[in-house]
């Protein structure tokens, strides 16, 4: 596994990771702007660009994307998050030149019709309303804009249908030409490929694109003074529950602590909430933590759904759990399992290409360089009991703790203090 970097001219970053053993190759071209670098104007234009960028350019109609990638035994998706925005495609390594040619064009040249437009802000508007049908997600979503109030890093990446509906074709093509450009954009790939020919045909594409300059970025501030309760009544079948504890950036030495914090909680089905709200009480079906790591700030993430007589009682537990992490070191065993769960999951993910691609891009992205993969896990490995608990001291404070909750239940303070009593 050979990993190389080359920056053109321009600001075109080239990163890729030669796996000669596969068979397939991963393509992915990243545009380094995302929700967060929005104005209140603009909530939700990288997404509804996202959806555009597929509609056409003036070579390829949308149908012709899909074909001429389907058609090589290959797939074409995109993604965008608050940070950055990703196009990407794989198929059999020989079809690389084709992969970086439909991917450069129509990230360069979309055509924007009117009529495609008027098409995808119906699209999107069903997406949104999908998202709001869908509990489990919609108080995600709350749990953000609450966690992070007022600030663009909080919003919906798929706005609002009052913010969709504004757009025009003259806001998405400044925003492309602001945003789109030499010093945004990275291409990644990974699998059996040679690194010389991928950056001819990056160059060949890309080499003229204006170098241009990065988006600012507000720095998240955290505005909440104490614990905070958000509900949302509504007659479902379940209540979900979202907690938000204020957890590092991923430049932050205290990222390796804070994932192993959230395995060992709810990360697994060995974990401690896990084995104790479903395996020992059955209070719910699935409850879990993930963690949220951006450039200056992080949340860590808890999410359950589970009947409402039981939530006062699962919400003391979770509670009970988050002392122990707090007043107590875990056993040397239990940090072994899960260090050697993350390290595995990493291990197991770079036998993708997909992955391989996604791991180099984010990696440059976020530090100007590859991360050796051996050298984060020794930093894993190097993580002790203590360390845990101090990062559990910073995080599972009660004063840091956001509930957003959607179901059959009405706004009560004991809820809050049922998570947050010490």
Known sequence: MTTRLTELPNGVRIVSCALPHVQSVAVGIWAAVGGRHESKRQHGISHFIEHLLFKGTQRR?????MEEIEGIG??????????RTCYYANAPHEYLPKLVD???????YPKLAPADIELERGVIHEEIQMYLDEPSQHVQELLHEKFW????IGHSLTGTPESIARFQRADFADYLARNYHGGTTLVSAAGNLDHDRLVACVEKSLGDLPRGRP???????????GPELHVVTRDTQQTHVAIGLPAPGFRSEDRFAANLLHVLLGGNASSRLFQELREKR?????????????????MLNLSIGLDAKNLPRALALISREFARMRD????????????????GLSRMSMERTSSQ??????????????LDPEALYAKIRATTPEDIQRIARKILRPAGTCVALIGPVKRDPALLAALTEK
């Not at 109609?61 to 994307?65: G, K, W």
């Not at 439909?102 to 360069?108: A, H, K, M, W």
């Not at 070191?329 to 940090?335: D, F, K, R, V, Y």
């Not at 996604?358 to 440059?364: D, P």
């Open 149 to 152: 109030p007022g600030q663009a």
């Open 215 to 225: 988006p600012a970025t507000r720095r998240a501030q955290s505005l909440r003074r």
């Open 357 to 370: 691609s996604s791991r180099i891009g984010q990696s440059v992205l976020g530090f100007g360089r590859v």
């Open 74 to 83: 290959g797939d074409i998706n995109a993604n965008t998050a608050e940070e």
């Open 61 to 65: 109609s949308a149908r012709r994307i």
């Open 328 to 343: 107590q070191t875990c056993s040397p065993a239990e940090l072994k399992r899960a260090k050697e769960y993350t390290i």
């Open 282 to 298: 059955g209070y719910c079906y699935s409850i879990s933590t993930y963690p949220v790591f951006f450039s200056d700030t992080g």
């Open 102 to 108: 439909v991917l450069t064009d129509f990230y360069r």
